[in-house]
């Protein structure tokens, strides 16, 4: 059978199981760039049923869990109008119904004024920032045990679940000091208090902005027609390890170093 045959019914397959909670074995994609094609084919079915993309999460930027996955890169995928929620929204306990192996992840989010280009140094990438934010994304594994490649798990929506976004901070008139704070800060995540792991922005490939900057270069390598636009919002990379979650634990983030609010939510 043709690549391009087998893509598309793989792509297919993966979006059939999407928000179902349903799992299938390893799809043994063959590499990154079918991957990509996948996920494209994925996107342009989601965008024509009417969902909007919002913008990008970024997947095992941290360097420190890459061995735990079997993978050895970070990767990319998109976000969905259908996958964002504000954290008012996460007021009420999430349904975990329709992931599949849920896991929780602390990140920095940010919303994108301007469109970076390739090139940009981590100060030049600020600059196009305009907004700041905590999230928690949900992440997910159609795969049972989270056992895949870094291709299946690529053309898998990234993993992607959802992303739960705390209150926006503005960059404008401090962005030196955001700079800074941006690659020298901890979060500490907790589980129904009891705290579970420290992170630090050094985890995400040296720091968020270094991320966003992994992630440009990489689109306009592999994919330019993907480039990132004024608008979207990128979630970096989760600053601890991905964390299973189950219904009724309530789990919660504090900062320190950074000018960042924390988030709690909770499950059912």
Same mark, same amino acid.
């Given at each position: 059978?043709?690549?391009?045959?087998?893509?598309?019914?793989?792509?297919?397959?993966?979006?059939?199981?999407?928000?179902?909670?349903?799992?299938?074995?390893?799809?043994?994609?063959? +590499?990154?760039?079918?991957?990509?094609?996948?996920?494209?084919?994925? &996107?342009?079915?989601?965008?024509?049923? =009417?969902?909007?993309?919002?913008?990008?999460?970024?997947?095992?930027?941290?360097?420190?869990? *890459?061995?735990?996955? =079997?993978?050895?890169?970070?990767?990319?995928?998109?976000?969905?109008?259908?996958?964002?929620?504000? *954290?008012?929204?996460?007021?009420?306990?999430?349904?975990?119904?329709?992931?599949?192996?849920?896991?929780?992840?602390?990140?920095?989010?940010?919303?994108?004024?301007?469109?970076?280009?390739? =090139?940009?140094?981590?100060? /030049?990438?600020?600059?196009?920032?305009?907004?700041?934010?905590?999230? @928690?994304?949900?992440?997910?594994?159609?795969?049972?045990?989270?056992?895949?490649?870094?291709?299946? /798990?690529? /053309?898998?929506? =990234?993993?992607?679940?959802?992303?739960?976004?705390?209150?926006?901070?503005?960059? +404008?008139?401090?962005?030196?000091?955001?700079?800074? &704070?941006?690659? +020298?800060?901890?979060?500490?995540?907790?589980?129904?208090?009891?705290?579970?792991?420290?992170?630090?922005?050094?985890?995400?490939?040296?720091?968020?902005?270094?991320?966003?900057?992994?992630?440009?270069?990489?689109?306009?390598?592999?994919?330019?027609?993907?480039?990132?636009?004024?608008?979207?919002?990128?979630?970096?990379?989760?600053?601890?390890?991905?964390?299973?979650?189950?219904?009724?634990?309530?789990?919660?983030?504090?900062?320190?170093?950074? +000018?960042?609010?924390?988030?709690?939510?909770? @499950?059912?």
């Amino acid at each position: 059978m043709r690549d391009d045959i087998l893509e598309d019914a793989t792509a297919r397959d993966l979006l059939q199981l999407f928000g179902t909670g349903r799992q299938c074995g390893s799809l043994s994609i063959p +590499d990154m760039a079918a991957a990509g094609r996948i996920a494209d084919l994925i &996107r342009a079915a989601r965008e024509a049923r =009417g969902e909007r993309p919002v913008g990008r999460k970024i997947g095992f930027s941290n360097r420190a869990i *890459w061995a735990n996955y =079997g993978v050895d890169r970070p990767l990319w995928n998109y976000v969905w109008d259908t996958t964002l929620h504000t *954290w008012s929204d996460a007021d009420e306990p999430i349904d975990l119904a329709t992931f599949a192996e849920p896991r929780i992840e602390p990140e920095i989010v940010f919303h994108l004024a301007r469109a970076p280009e390739p =090139g940009m140094d981590e100060a /030049a990438l600020l600059g196009c920032i305009d907004r700041v934010a905590h999230g @928690f994304e949900v992440v997910q594994s159609v795969y049972p045990g989270w056992r895949f490649t870094a291709p299946d /798990a690529a /053309a898998a929506f =990234g993993l992607h679940g959802a992303l739960i976004l705390g209150p926006w901070r503005d960059v +404008d008139g401090g962005r030196a000091d955001w700079l800074a &704070r941006l690659q +020298d800060f901890t979060v500490i995540l907790r589980k129904d208090g009891a705290e579970v792991e420290v992170g630090h922005a050094q985890n995400v490939l040296g720091g968020p902005l270094t991320a966003l900057r992994n992630l440009v270069e990489t689109i306009a390598s592999d994919t330019p027609g993907a480039a990132l636009g004024a608008g979207e919002v990128v979630s970096t990379g989760t600053l601890t390890d991905a964390y299973p979650v189950a219904p009724g634990a309530a789990w919660s983030t504090e900062f320190e170093g950074i +000018d960042l609010s924390g988030l709690r939510v909770s @499950f059912r």
